[in-house]
T-cell receptor, first 111, second 118 residues
Framework: QKEVEQNSGPLSVPEGAIASLNCTYSDRGSQSFFWYRQYSGKSPELIMFIYSNGDKEDGRFTAQLNKASQYVSLLIRDSQPSDSATYLCAVYGGATNKLIFGTGTLLAVQP | DGGITQSPKYLFRKEGQNVTLSCEQNLNHDAMYWYRQDPGQGLRLIYYSQIVNDFQKGDIAEGYSVSREKKESFPLTVTSAQKNPTAFYLC?????????????????FGPGTRLTVL
């Protein structure tokens, strides 16, 4: 079982729709959870982080964390073509004290 | 402007050659990291440093070496022992060293160096 798992996609949504990106992790001791956006050929950019169970909203982005289910998600409301990118889930803490990355989900927003 | 810079943006290496990738940050962050990204494999940790003159191996350190003589700088050398070095190399930094108690460990990335073996 991979430490951090994401569906590789592509996830295709129409412009204006809600995009839902999901991530599961294996280490129950994990402490903090991050979403990075990576455009093709560029470096990852931190867009959201969450530490506590529940929802955290920032503009069009909402991160959701459920530690009991070991599940973290990112919702993007009113998706725009400029949101088209690979979204990396990263999990920190637990046994390794390292930031562990998933392989990313490719999001394609269709105009 | 505060940030992380990496140079060069593109680098070509011949067989048997060592090359050094530069990473500099002016964020006053204690911790710095090197990752390698290959298609479909996500980011893998090569080395990290929590403090000047100290560094630890990550998951794929073989064939790489680093130094941390200054807080701002963490260069990575890809040696000839690294058999498959073609990849996208990313440097990152965070305020809190990961092993110093509880840390949220928000890491910020430089623009990356794309290394190709000829």
């Amino acid at each position: 079982q991979k430490e951090v798992e994401q569906n590789s996609g592509p996830l295709s949504v129409p412009e204006g729709a809600i995009a839902s990106l999901n991530c599961t992790y294996s280490d129950r001791g994990s402490q903090s959870f991050f979403w990075y956006r990576q455009y093709s050929g560029k470096s990852p950019e931190l867009i959201m982080f969450i530490y506590s169970n529940g929802d955290k909203e920032d503009g069009r982005f909402t991160a959701q964390l459920n530690k009991a289910s070991q599940y973290v998600s990112l919702l993007i409301r009113d998706s725009q073509p400029s949101d088209s990118a690979t979204y990396l889930c990263a999990v920190y803490g637990g046994a390794t004290n390292k930031l562990i990355f998933g392989t990313g989900t490719l999001l394609a927003v269709q105009p | 402007d505060g940030g992380i810079t990496q140079s060069p943006k593109y680098l070509f290496r011949k067989e048997g050659q060592n090359v050094t990738l530069s990473c500099e940050q002016n964020l006053n962050h204690d911790a710095m990291y090197w990752y390698r990204q290959d298609p479909g494999q996500g980011l893998r940790l090569i080395y990290y440093s929590q403090i000047v003159n100290d560094f630890q191996k990550g998951d794929i350190a073989e064939g790489y070496s680093v130094s941390r003589e200054k807080k701002e700088s963490f260069p990575l050398t890809v040696t000839s022992a690294q058999k498959n070095p073609t990849a996208f190399y990313l440097c990152a930094s965070s305020i809190d060293p990961p092993d110093r108690g509880f840390s949220y460990n928000e890491q910020f990335f430089g623009p990356g160096t794309r290394l190709t073996v000829l």
